[in-house]
């Protein structure tokens, strides 16, 4: 009789092998401009979201997730960035489908793509991604949502 792996709370460490979805692999090429670099990036999200949801079910560990969102942000993220536990569920918080870049401002080394989120399902939401020029390429610096009520940024989060 084998074992399973546990995580450090003591939960069943599921690999993707167990849950019968393999990694996203990230491999669109990366845009040269902001807009296009913030398509790209939500596409991978979504795929990386459909992943971390069949991986980590309730109970399970979530390794393989937290392995795949790690190299979600180093494609698109300056090296060293730190970036908070991410988010998942049933429905993709970024999906392609329900996305649309609504506005691009910013000048020199620093711009921010504005997207509007519609889903279908409960709401609406205004995302800004924030990039910065450095060493030949736009790299994505952060994650803003926009609050309804008061029109400020808030710290999504990357």
Request: proline content about 8%.
């Amino acid at each position: 009789m084998s074992r399973a792996r546990r995580d450090a709370n003591g939960a069943p460490d599921l690999s993707a092998d167990q849950v019968g979805l393999p990694p996203p692999t990230f491999a669109r090429p990366l845009p040269d401009e902001p807009e296009a670099i913030t398509a790209a990036f939500i596409a991978d999200y979504k795929e990386w979201n459909d992943f971390a949801f069949a991986s980590c079910p309730p109970g399970a560990g979530c390794g393989p997730a937290l392995e795949s969102y790690d190299r979600l942000i180093e494609k698109y993220c300056r090296p060293g960035k730190q970036h908070l536990l991410p988010a998942f569920g049933s429905h993709s918080f970024h999906s392609p489908e329900t996305s649309e870049v609504v506005a691009v401002r910013g000048r020199g080394n620093r711009k921010t793509v504005t997207v509007r989120e519609t889903r279908s399902d409960c709401c609406q939401q205004t995302d800004e991604f924030d990039f910065v020029r450095h060493d030949g390429r736009w790299w994505l610096d952060e994650m803003y949502f926009i609050d309804e009520d008061d029109g400020n940024r808030r710290l999504e989060g990357l």
